[in-house]
């Protein structure tokens, strides 16, 4: 599960937790990058609409020789350096964390390649319980009777892990295809 590094106001947590709900590539090393989006985003909002509401605001002129008030002029809102600063930081994070539009091919070329890892490694499992299902009680004793020949301080627990890998491992990956030389284990 993936959660913010620091607290949130809700607001944040409303735009985090929307994001995460969104994008199923996200993991728990984007958590940072992800708390700071959120935080980005309520600062743009809350900056865009103060700059909305007051686009200028009053300012005093004060005399520099005297420190008196001489009057008031108006000047941009200093909340439009907030708004660009956080749309900035908004676009940076949104293409580290893949969730902008421009990022939405590699994020299917990354879900993809995420699928077919997934596949493989399920059609391997599965490949190597069909091949460790398919030997015998009987030829993993041979082989252990075999393999206890060379090992003379071997535990009976190690000889057969080895007889298991020997079976399921080196024969099949041996360039022998029929097995001629190893008659003490073909399948019953």
């Known amino acids: ?5 620091r607290k949130l106001i809700n607001k944040e947590l409303d735009v985090f937790n929307r994001v995460l709900s969104e994008s199923v590539h996200l993991t728990s ?12 985003v309520i600062r743009y909002e809350t900056a865009l609409k103060q700059t909305k509401k007051h686009p200028t605001i009053s300012v005093p002129v004060i005399n520099r020789s005297t420190g008196n008030v001489t009057g008031e002029k108006r000047v941009r809102n200093p909340a439009f350096v907030t708004l660009k600063e956080a749309l900035t930081q ?24 995420r699928s077919q890892a997934m596949a493989a490694s ?6 190597d319980s069909a091949v460790k299902n398919s030997i ?20 009976e627990h190690v000889l057969r892990q080895h007889a298991i890998w020997y079976l399921t491992i080196y024969l099949p990956s041996s360039n022998d295809p029929e097995g001629d030389e190893d008659i003490y284990f073909r399948p019953a």
Do not use: W
Request: glycine share 0%; charged share 25%.
């Open 1 to 5: 599960m993936i959660a913010p590094t």
């Open 29 to 40: 090393a984007d958590a940072e990058q992800l708390t700071q989006y959120a935080e980005a």
């Open 90 to 113: 908004m676009n940076v994070l949104a293409r580290r964390l893949m969730i902008d539009a421009h990022s939405a091919e590699k994020r299917q070329r990354l879900l993809t390649k």
């Open 122 to 127: 399920e059609s391997k499992m599965a490949a």
């Open 136 to 155: 015998t009680e009987k030829q993993i004793q041979a082989a252990m009777k075999m393999l206890a020949a060379d090992s003379y301080f071997a535990t």
